[in-house]
């Protein structure tokens, strides 16, 4: 198992295009949860997808819109691309249901994707 | 609103020494805290969940409701120790995570 996959690695587009980044997750693993890392900061929650549907959202505009697909791969979206948009994006991956009792589910990291935009 | 604050940006250590890496959370409710790590080159990877209590690599973290802090711990810090670390509350499917500390364990 490769464990959470991304691609591109990397990415570098302009001011006001529009990009769609991929994920693929651990092998069993049905939650989607998706991460914007700008230089210096912690992740900062973008959303999650469970069962093809937008389950939680973070405080980002509607520019960033995902996708789950029937095999719990997903996109993520971002329209009208600003500078401000450049950072590491990262996707990871969990078995929804509950451990143990813990209403938590580890997720595990994919290596992310660069985004640059010009 | 939640939110988790690592006010180190940077800890440098020597090996042996005892590490304590500070994290303070703000959430009205029962937080669920963690820590995560990522090694150089290595992606970002649970280290430990205050409710399991466990010790994992030698690190202890307490959860103290009355000063809101999640601090890390480490009596005898090692080289391998360096890496960034994340603190991070978990509230229904969302993650907050701090802005992460750079420990670094000079020989």
């Known amino acids: 198992d490769a464990g959470v996959t991304q691609s591109p690695t990397h990415l570098i587009k302009t001011r006001g295009q529009q990009v769609t980044l991929r994920c693929s997750p651990k092998?069993?693993?049905?939650?989607v949860s998706w991460y914007q890392q700008a230089l210096g900061q912690g992740p900062q929650f973008i959303f999650q997808y469970y069962e093809e549907e937008e389950r939680q959202r973070g405080n980002f505009p509607d520019r960033f819109s995902g996708h789950q697909f029937p095999n719990y791969s997903s996109e993520l979206n971002v329209n009208a691309l600003l500078l401000g948009d450049s950072a590491l994006y990262l996707c990871?991956?969990?078995?929804?249901?509950?451990?143990?009792?813990?209403?938590?589910?580890?997720?595990?990291f994919g290596p992310g994707t660069r985004l640059t935009v010009l | 609103a939640q939110r988790v604050t690592q006010p180190e940006k940077l800890l440098s250590v020597f090996k042996g020494a005892p590490v304590e890496l500070k994290c303070n959370y703000s959430y009205s409710g029962s937080p669920e805290l963690f820590w995560y790590v990522q090694y150089s080159r290595q992606r970002l990877q649970l280290l430990l969940r205050?409710?399991s209590r466990e010790s994992i690599k030698g690190f202890t973290a307490d959860l103290n409701k009355g000063e809101t802090s999640f601090h890390l711990k480490k009596p005898f810090a090692q080289e391998e120790d360096s890496a960034m670390y994340y603190c991070a509350l978990y509230n229904f499917n969302k993650f907050y995570f701090g802005s992460g500390t750079k420990l670094n364990v000079k020989p």
């Open positions: 205050h409710i």
């Open positions: 092998s069993g693993h049905d939650t």
């Open positions: 990871a991956s969990s078995l929804e249901g509950t451990a143990r009792g813990y209403s938590y589910n580890e997720q595990f």
